[in-house]
């Protein structure tokens, strides 16, 4: 493999890591603070992908950054309603009652998606400064994929900072170590916990609409980003942050890796790296048995 | 680790209630699944099983309304022997267990006279054991694995569809004719399973068959549904393949396209791929002109009897022109009606002999259904992808679209039977 290639699929892998932070950060900081394991995630990811494709199908492309923004919003108040309405009341419930409730979700996301949007597939135009690629020493990299990655990297600080810098992260970690005490004290515990599945929500509506310039938007898209985000999650460990990240990089490695050396195994780069980080630790790389929640692990 | 997963396993463990209140859901599930409505007395009942849901749902979705739009047009004069057709569909989720549990539902409750197979041929293979097994005409219009007509035939099965040999033949013979002598390097990405291994083992041989001389420098294997190939494509561009050959299909496709064009890999080298009408509309001016196509029924080369109405009328009841689903959808209605009414009646043996061997009208034109393994005569289109979209239909169509047809590229009757399980 000669320089040429080897900084492509570097780069490649970090796109792809990218792309599955933003959305495993969202399912991971879920599950740290409301010990929720939300199968409805992937389905936050592909209403952010139509509803951008939606909005720039009515403006003729014209209004990219904005629809970046609004998309995301939109779904962060579909969370916020997911959260008041249902999962609220099942905090307390078995594990087995919150997947079932959160599977419920997603299959009335997917239909009603089938329902509003139809089945075909549609695409996005990336804005004009976004579009075309870059050489390196030889070598096309499109410019949008190293926006995926900027915007990656943005939200991994931006989470650092809310959860070990500001008075909401710290009201976060202290309601997972101790909700009771927090009450006690006067903090709006079940308000806190609705801002964090709004986040939650938000986090995996902008992984949708990031994307969805570089893929097909449609139905579909819950079902296969779910799979790759829980690895990642559990690969990192469930509730740490940093953990996604890390899992991220593992996985867009392996996969990279997999396919350069072993391309018709390739796809199981992926469950091969989830088995050997599972054996040799296993609550991920950084999670700990018993206390898998950011403020533990971060 | 033991504790925890001993805690895990407690908090899974059931109550006696719980465990009535699903046995008690289980058992309303079992009712509405049983509960069907009861056949007309005028009424015929067809069955499509195919997939509405998920990153191909488009292609089973426009085969849908390509078999409604047959359907209506025979019912609008008159029915099929007198009686109005009914169309039941199902969803199999891209799933053999749901395929064949809509089919046995299609069959046993709804009293399907004909089921009209998916667009997975992994969903195929399964329902079409089934359909046998039930004595039950099955159609293959979307689905393509050559299995279904030689490994896993079964004589109820009928595929009016290229299969996976002959579109690839027909794909390698176009190269071959662009390339003559020239030595040239190939490389191949196409999903894991059947239908991409088969395409592109067929693909290469085809091209040693015709004569080229050609090295396979990268072959790659994504999974079907993949959202992000970014990890192959650098693969593939650092191949330096004069021509890549790409497999994907439906929602892949775009996507592959999308994130492949920034990478430079339609620059470098001749892409060829299944770029039928979803796909160039989806793509509008997207895909880079001097690309290679190839699809099975293309509205804007096909020329067979009704075609034009048919094409006009379906763009006037969805408001968009036909796929190649939609059109071979169509086709298989006509393919089965013809059966039945050679057949005089709907009983499933009498219209499989009626059809076997026989030479059915349709709107791609005469379909001949071989009798040594019921697969269809039809012919596959090739072509050069315009650099600009044509202002008729809003997307680029190809320059020149040559039809390959199948005698030049289905296995001999003898090589297809050497190939079928032997009773």
Known sequence: MNAQTAIIEILSAMTTASSLFIIAAGLTLVFGALRIINLAHGSFYMIGALLMATLLGTSHHALFWPALLLAPIAVAALGTLCEVVLLRRIYHRDHLVQLLATYALFLIFSDLSLRLWGTDSRTVAAPAMLTGNILLRGASFPIYDLFVIVVAAGVGIALWLLLQWTMLGWQIRAAVEDPESLAAIGTNVPLLFTLVFTLGAFLSGLGGAVVAPLQAVGPGMDQSVIVSAFIVTVIGGLGSIVGAALGAVVIGLFQAMGILWLPTWAPAFIFLAMILVLVIRPAGLLGTVGSAYFGQND | ?423
């Open chain 2, 1 to 423: 680790m033991l504790s925890s997963a001993r805690k895990c396993l407690g908090s899974l463990r059931f109550s006696t209630n719980s465990a009535r209140s699903l046995t008690a859901i289980a058992a309303a599930f079992a009712f509405a699944l049983q509960a069907s409505p009861a056949v007309a007395a005028g009424d015929v009942v067809i069955g499509v099983s195919t997939t509405l849901s998920g990153p191909i749902s488009q292609l089973g979705q426009t085969g849908l309304h390509g078999i409604q739009s047959a359907v209506d047009a025979i019912n609008s004069h008159g029915g099929l022997l007198g009686k109005t057709i009914r169309v039941v569909t199902a969803d199999d989720g891209m799933s053999p267990a749901t395929g064949t549990t809509n089919v046995r539902q299609m069959i046993l409750s709804d009293h399907a006279v004909a089921i009209f197979g998916p667009v997975s041929s992994a969903v195929g293979a399964a329902e079409e054991t089934l359909a046998g097994q039930y004595r039950t005409p099955y159609f293959l219009f979307t689905s393509n694995d050559v299995k279904m007509t030689t490994s896993s035939f079964t004589p109820y099965a009928f595929q009016v569809v290229p299969n996976t040999v002959m579109e690839p033949r027909a794909v390698a013979r176009y190269l071959a004719d662009q390339v003559g002598s020239k030595p040239i390097t190939i490389a191949t990405i196409t999903p894991n399973y059947s239908f991409g291994r088969d395409s592109v083992d067929s693909f290469l041989q085809a091209l040693k068959t015709y004569g080229v001389t050609f090295k396979v420098v990268a072959q790659e294997y994504p999974k079907l549904g993949e959202t992000d190939y970014t990890p192959y494509i650098p693969a593939l561009v650092s191949a330096h393949a004069d021509y890549t050959f790409v497999g994907e299909y439906g929602g892949d496709l775009i996507t592959l396209t999308k994130q492949a064009v920034g990478f430079g890999l339609f620059k470098q080298s001749t892409v060829i791929g299944q770029y039928g009408r979803l796909a160039l509309k989806t793509l509008p001016n997207e895909v880079p002109g001097g690309t290679i196509g190839f699809d099975r029924a293309p509205f804007w080369a096909m020329t067979g009897l009704g075609m034009d109405a048919f094409i006009n009328d379906y763009h006037t009841k969805y408001g968009e022109w036909p796929s190649a689903w939609a059109i071979m959808g169509y086709t298989a209605v006509q393919t089965w009606a013809e059966g039945v009414t050679r057949a005089k009646e709907f009983a499933g043996d009498k219209v499989v002999a009626a059809l076997s061997g026989a030479t059915v009208e349709t709107i791609r034109g005469p379909i001949t259904l071989r009798s040594c393994d019921h697969q269809g005569d039809v012919a596959e289109y090739v072509g050069t992808i315009a650099a600009t979209a044509d202002p008729r239909y809003g997307h680029q169509i190809y320059d020149t679209t040559k039809a390959v047809p199948a005698d030049q590229v289905m296995l001999t009757c003898a090589e297809a039977q050497a190939l079928q399980p032997k009773h």
